[in-house]
């Protein structure tokens, strides 16, 4: 998979880590599951052009492992009216 620099669009991506003991990962504020496993593995590349470091895991990864976020629902019964005036 081609990973490109988010800052110049350079593809000479390094990928690494940026702990030199264990591997990042990321902890959602609110786990599906309050276990270790809710923890979802950072990938790291840095940019040989520019040297910018960019961050990114796994989207499927981090949807298994953490709540979807909060969606206004505007067609369920209860919920707070947004512009529902016809
Ligand atoms: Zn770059």
Redesign the pocket.
């Known amino acids: 998979m081609a990973t490109s ?6 593809e ?1 991506m390094v990928p690494g880590k940026l702990s030199a003991d264990q591997n990042l990962t990321f902890v959602p504020a609110n786990p599906k599951f309050l276990a270790s496993g809710s923890k979802v593995h950072i990938q790291v590349n840095a ?6 470091v960019q961050l990114a895991c796994d989207p499927e990864e981090l949807a298994a492992k953490a709540e979807p976020p909060e969606t206004p629902n505007p067609t369920a019964p209860g919920s707070s009216e947004t512009e529902s005036a016809e």
Do not use: Q
Not at 5 to 10: E, K, L, R, T
Not at 47 to 52: F, K, R, S, T, V
């Open positions: 620099c988010a800052a110049c669009g350079s000479l940019c040989a052009m520019c040297g910018h």
